[in-house]
Structures are given as C-alpha cells and as structure tokens.
C-alpha cells in the first residue's frame, strides 16, 4: 500500500517560499536536486503563531517544512532527502528558524494510469493533470521509502513503512492519503 503525502495546519495558511529573497530556483524544489549545504532558505507568512512548534509538518509551496523532530527520525535517508535550514518570517518581524525544507532526492513514474482516474487540461500552451483518484503501480519505487510521482510532482507518494513511522512517532501535521481515495466518489 502506498500513500500521497499532505500536510494540515490548524488555521488556513501557507507558508510561502520568498522567491524575492532566495537566490535558488525554485522549480529546484521540485526536481530532486541536491541543493547546496551552505544556503538557508527563506519562508514568509502572515503570522508566526504561538503553537508553530506543535507541528512537525508545515503546508509550504514548493516543498513542506519538516521538524527537527521528522528530521532527526528520517535521518537515515539521506540518499532519498535532504534537510535544508529555513528561516520563517512573518510581517511583524518574528522569525523561526526551526523548521527544514523536505527535499526529496528522487522523481519516479508510479502513477497506474490504467487503474488511476484524471484528466487533463489544457490551458494556452500548457496541459495540468488532475488526479480524481490515484493508483500506484506495485513495485515502482524502488525500494524508496518516499518519491516525488514523476507524472505530477506535487504529489509526494510513501510507503506505507514510512507512515507507520510518523504514526508510531506521534508526529503531528500530517495526512497520509490512501491511493485509491477520491473526494470524488
């Protein structure tokens, strides 16, 4: 079994990679590349609350911001991720700098497009995928525990070790979505 992996937040935000302040290309975030050890890169929100530090998973464009807590637990695939500093800020000048950018390594095709339900559509010269219902082809990820699906980079697909792994952790934050579900039935 397979899962998609998504984040909550107790409140709707986002919080947003500052494509004005960092120097790093942020299609970077998506493409499975190593990204230098020496940068920190910068994350804004409308606001820093009190309980931030109650989740080990934050909703961020691009890539989630994990804990040091998912860091240190996942810390042993390294040659599937990597963990790059962040420093938040928000409007009224409050920054944390305790979460990490979730860089996963590797971008596979795994999407069973026989059994999987979506469509495209196409906008101008562009075509986007939307995924009603998501299958995972048996064996596809290699023996990788977590995988950016090559069909539609946004969605992060783990196994079901991996999620057995944050549940027995407690970590918070997190929606592991079962292949097969639809918000759609």
Do not use: W
């Not at 899962?3 to 909550?8: K, N, P, V």
């Not at 990679?17 to 230098?36: M, P």
């Not at 390594?105 to 986007?128: F, N, V």
């Not at 069909?151 to 070790?161: A, F, P, R, V």
């Amino acid at each position: 079994m397979h899962f998609e992996l998504s984040s909550f937040y107790k409140r709707d935000t986002t919080f947003d990679y500052d494509i004005g302040k960092n120097s790093l290309d942020v299609s970077t975030l998506r493409k499975g590349e190593r990204i230098a050890d020496e940068n920190t890169l910068l994350y804004e929100v409308d606001k820093i609350d009190s309980y931030l530090k109650d989740y080990d998973v934050l909703p961020a464009t691009f890539a989630p911001l994990v804990s040091l807590k998912f860091k240190n637990l996942f810390s042993h695939l390294l040659k599937e991720i990597q963990f790059v500093p962040t420093l938040i800020g928000d409007s009224s000048g409050s920054q944390d700098d305790s979460f990490f950018v979730l860089n996963i390594l590797t971008s596979i095709p795994c999407m069973d497009k026989e059994r999987s339900i979506y469509e495209i559509k196409q906008y101008g010269k562009s075509s986007i995928m939307k995924i009603k219902e998501l299958y995972i082809i048996d064996g596809s990820l290699n023996g990788h525990s977590i995988v950016r699906m090559e069909e539609h980079k946004s969605y992060i697909i783990i196994t079901e070790d991996f999620k057995n792994l944050c549940e027995q952790s407690n970590l918070k934050g997190f929606n592991f979505i079962e292949e097969g579900h639809s918000i759609y039935k």
